[in-house]
């Protein structure tokens, strides 16, 4: 079913709460979209890629399972998910946000984060992040890691697992729902998956017939939406109106195991491939640039260091994971 549903946010903090249906409410406050530093309006970037295949270099240090990588520029550093064996009767896998201060260095920045993939915030003080522990779309406070709430169900239902999130310049959140860490806990969401919106009107159904939807980014002006199919290898578009609804999806290229993804700031699209251990680069018109390899099972990747042209990838095995990084030519989006 492809839908575009209001439901109820259970519990916000930077959002304001949905209202019951039909009851007037105020609209919230749009900000004017921009991209972030140091992507340049209008600059006309050449080609991403050094040559059609690169190869990215391992960082030295050895990790459970790295997802969601996300450069905080203000702090110079690097923060990702590191993922555990999941314990207890539910089996949910717990999991710390863990940082890299370039070159070498790592540390954990909290402990018990629950967490998947990463985003940063608009207003660059809150790490926004798709959490399977509660099962919600959660916030976390950069300066001293107070977690809230932003999302937690869809008409009144708990989502599967949060997997990967973006976010618009007018504070519009997307996030994926798959259910690779729902584990023994109960289906709320009746055999779907989904991909849902968050605005400060409430929780919005973007659509439900992407079997296991995993990596999602936005275009650099805000206005196409894309998601990763991980069960197809497909990688699908949707026209993002102003207001942040969505139009009908077409299919935008094929990446065997999609996963986690990132943009730079001439709309390059960068798709891990959980398959074969390589971020697929793709033009805007879907055209295939090359591909940039790292170790096996590549999880995810963002663009960071002091100039955004850094690409920071995420890829190992269980028990073996590691960050890997390559210099390009474009500078991108932080997650």
Known sequence: ?????????????????????????????????????????????????????????????????????????????????????????????????????????????????????LALDVDGTRVLAATHDQRSLSSYDLADGTRNVVAQTFEGRRFNSPNDVTVRGDGTIYFTDPNFQRANRPDEMAGRTGVFRVNGDGVFLVDDTVSQPNGVVLSPDGSTLYVGGNSAG?????????????????????????????????????????SDGRVHVFAPDGRSLGTVSAGTNTTNAAFGGADGRTLYITSGTWGDFGVYQVQLNVPGWPY
């Open 234 to 274: 497909k990688i699908y578009k949707y026209p993002v109106l102003a207001d942040g609804t969505t139009g009908p999806r077409t299919e935008f290229a094929s990446v065997s195991g999609a996963d986690g993804a990132t943009i730079d700031c001439a709309g390059n699209l960068y798709w891990a491939s959980y």
């Open 1 to 117: 079913m492809f839908l575009a549903l209001a439901g109820t946010v259970a519990v916000t903090s930077s959002l304001s709460t949905a209202g019951a249906a039909g009851a007037e409410q105020q609209p919230a406050p749009r900000r004017v979209y921009a991209a972030p530093a140091p992507c340049v309006p209008g600059e006309p970037y050449g080609d991403p890629l050094p040559s059609a295949n690169v190869a990215a270099a391992r960082i030295p240090g050895r990790f459970n399972f790295l997802e969601g990588p996300v450069w905080i520029a203000d702090q110079g550093r690097l923060l990702m998910s590191d993922m555990q064996a999941g314990t207890g009767p539910e089996g949910v896998q717990p999991s710390t946000i863990r940082a890299l201060t370039p070159p070498e260095r790592f540390d954990v920045f909290l402990a018990s984060s629950g967490s998947n993939g």
